[in-house]
């Protein structure tokens, strides 16, 4: 099971940062990556990153220079910041875990509204 | 960049009806590609990855096929909990790259 948290409201040009929480699976797991996607409302999805529990990384080039993912395995989560938000970033964001290139497990979601 | 492209936006269709939705990728993309269903409100659920392996738990009656560029997603006999919006997915390792299409949008008729 994975669960988002996070601030709902985030300033135009601050930093969002968001956390995933996995319950009932390791995310030491050598057989997982840990994903971002996200969901404008009423529209379709995009790929933000993936992470393994060992800290390697993949973006999507479109987000990268604004996009760091982390991962505490004390903690069994990871994270997500993503600087500069603007409007266009808002959306519904969702954690989620990869295993062999598709997301077979989703959190619900959380929405993130940019606004002053 | 790899665009793939869903076809049509939205189907209209009945109750047990045999429905196909399309997914065309720009490049040959082998068999590396996936099928969610996302029911409004809920988050996408995986149905197909590999092209035509189901997801563990998901009904027979969703049958995904193709290779390369063209795929397709069968559903036979759709049910009522069917009506919802498909996404295909594009994955690769390296360069890493997930890409989704836009979405096909499957209503009651």
């Given amino acids: 099971q994975l669960q988002e948290s996070g601030p709902g409201l985030v300033k135009p040009s601050e930093t969002l940062s968001l956390t995933c929480t996995v319950s009932g699976d390791s995310i030491r797991s050598t057989s997982y990556f840990w994903g971002w996607i996200r969901q404008p409302p009423g529209k379709g999805l995009e790929w933000i990153g993936d992470i393994f529990f060992s800290g390697t990384t993949s973006y999507n080039p479109s987000l990268k220079s604004r996009v760091t993912m982390s991962v505490d395995t004390s903690k069994n989560q990871f994270s997500l910041r993503l600087t500069s938000v603007s409007a266009a970033d808002a959306s519904l964001y969702y954690c989620a875990r990869r295993l062999s290139g598709a997301y077979d497990h989703w959190g619900l979601g959380t929405l993130v509204t940019v606004s002053s | ?109």
């Fill in chain 2, 1 to 109: 960049e790899m665009v793939m492209t869903q076809s049509p936006a939205t189907l209209s269709v009945s109750p047990g009806e045999r429905v196909t939705l399309s997914c065309r990728a720009s490049q040959s993309i082998s068999i590396n590609l996936a099928w969610y269903q996302q029911r409004p409100g809920q988050a996408p659920r995986l149905l197909i990855h590999g092209a035509s392996t189901r997801a563990t738990g998901i009904p027979a009656r969703f049958i995904g096929s193709g290779s390369g560029t063209e795929f397709t997603l069968t559903i036979t006999s759709l049910q009522s909990e069917d009506f919802a919006v498909y996404y295909c997915q594009f994955y690769n390792n390296w360069p890493p790259e997930r890409t989704f299409g836009q979405g096909t949008r499957l209503e009651i008729k």
